[in-house]
């Protein structure tokens, strides 16, 4: 099998500028894609009757497969990214050749999880992201280790989140309420997967990462150590490794 591409789909509420403190590590071995999704970064929001849901993102990823004439690729994302990545796995799971599902889970949200992003929605919608969203968010984005030593991460961070059109983060946020559970998806994924997670995840922890490992047909799992949810930008070089020295493909 020739080699194929990584593609990487990025979290809530960044864009694909997170993958840059991986891109030199990882396109020294394989091509590397990261898209922006819908409404996030420089890609627009459509204008569409439909409900926010990740069925249309995953839509989106598979006509860029087409335009690139990428028959499969590895697929894998962080947090929401890995959503997406389950999403696109239902739509159309002869296209994926492998997983990289970092820092995310499979089941889906709680009643209370879900009132929370639809609540989160309303307001990015009225008032715009800047000046709340990234103090409400990075307690839960960031381990205590890397937002007490790391300043520099902190900021990238808040600068990623701060930048983004409150109707995007606003169409994310409901689609990710709507998502299913896809346990029983990646239970019947007969592919190679590696399932990363920082060690202090709190949005979706390290048992929630192994569980999804252990449902994996060909599951690994690697744990970051003092990282919290985003382990591509607090632990670069790690994530960089782990996904290297996993990649099943000559």
């Known amino acids: 099998m020739a080699d194929l ?3 990487l789909l990025h979290a809530f509420p ?52 087409d335009r690139l004439e990428l028959d499969q690729v590895v697929l894998g994302g962080c947090s929401m990214g890995g959503y997406l990545t389950m999403a696109a796995l239902r739509a159309a799971p002869e296209r994926v050749a492998g997983l990289v599902l970092i820092d995310t889970k499979s089941t889906a949200d709680t009643p209370e999880a879900a009132r929370t992003r639809h609540e989160l929605a309303r307001r990015a919608e009225t008032e715009g992201v800047s000046g709340w969203l990234a103090e409400s968010m990075l307690p839960n984005l960031l381990s205590a280790e890397t937002r007490e030593t790391r300043p520099d991460v902190v900021e990238t961070v808040r600068d990623l989140i701060d930048s983004q059109q409150g109707a995007g983060v606003a169409w994310a946020a409901r ?8 346990t029983s998806l990646l239970a019947g994924a ?20 192994r569980a999804m490992a252990e449902s994996l047909p060909r ?16 632990a670069p070089a790690m994530v960089t490794e782990s996904i290297l020295g996993w990649w099943p493909f000559a």
């Open 190 to 209: 007969d592919v190679p997967a590696l399932v990363v997670v920082g060690e202090e995840d709190a949005l979706t922890p390290p048992d929630a990462a």
């Open 175 to 182: 689609a990710m309420a709507a998502r299913p559970d896809s």
């Open 14 to 65: 960044v864009d694909a500028r997170m993958w840059q403190p991986l891109r030199d590590g990882i396109t020294t071995r394989h091509r590397l894609i990261t898209p922006d999704q819908r409404g996030l970064g420089r890609t627009a929001l459509p204008e569409s009757a439909h409900e926010p849901s990740l069925d249309h993102a995953a839509r989106d990823l598979i006509a860029l497969l």
């Open 219 to 234: 599951g690994e799992l690697v744990v970051v150590p003092q990282a919290g949810h985003l382990t591509p930008l607090e």
């Open 5 to 7: 591409p990584l593609v």
